[in-house]
């Protein structure tokens, strides 16, 4: 091996090094990213944990209605709810059949669905 090989190896293995380093530096940018992305993701897990902990006045107004405590009027109130929801998706272009539930519904009615909301 000569000097000129000799000289263009080493060369070329300071580019390739200097390349190692700036992928390194890369790397390691976007791993500190990913920390606070995990930390910040970390606190709003613990937030969002202590947020449903914590009972508030509206879920404690859902399990009454749920254990059958409210007035026939707020059931009825959820119910055409419910129904308005599933008009809305029908209407949106989503099956709101068992057979199809939340399949896209094409240009076409379906027979299904359709019997499902004329049903009162």
């Known amino acids: 091996m000569d000097k000129k090989e000799l000289f263009d190896s080493v060369s070329s293995m300071e580019m390739q090094i200097g390349e190692l380093y700036q992928q390194l530096g890369e790397l390691k940018q976007y791993l500190a990213e990913?920390?606070?992305?995990?930390?910040?993701?970390?606190?709003?897990?613990?937030?969002?944990?202590?947020?449903?902990?914590?009972?508030?006045?509206?879920?404690?107004?859902?399990?009454?209605h749920s254990?059958?405590?409210?007035?026939?009027?707020?059931?009825?109130?959820e119910i055409s709810e419910g129904y308005d929801n599933l008009a809305r998706l029908y209407q949106e272009g989503f099956h709101i059949c068992n057979i199809h539930f939340g399949s896209p519904r094409g240009d076409e009615d379906c027979l299904f669905c359709l019997s499902f909301l004329n049903k009162k």
């Open 34 to 64: 990913l920390i606070e992305e995990n930390h910040a993701l970390k606190i709003e897990n613990d937030h969002l944990r202590k947020h449903m902990d914590t009972e508030t006045p509206e879920s404690s107004v859902s399990k009454n």
């Open 67 to 77: 254990k059958g405590t409210g007035s026939v009027y707020d059931k009825i109130s």
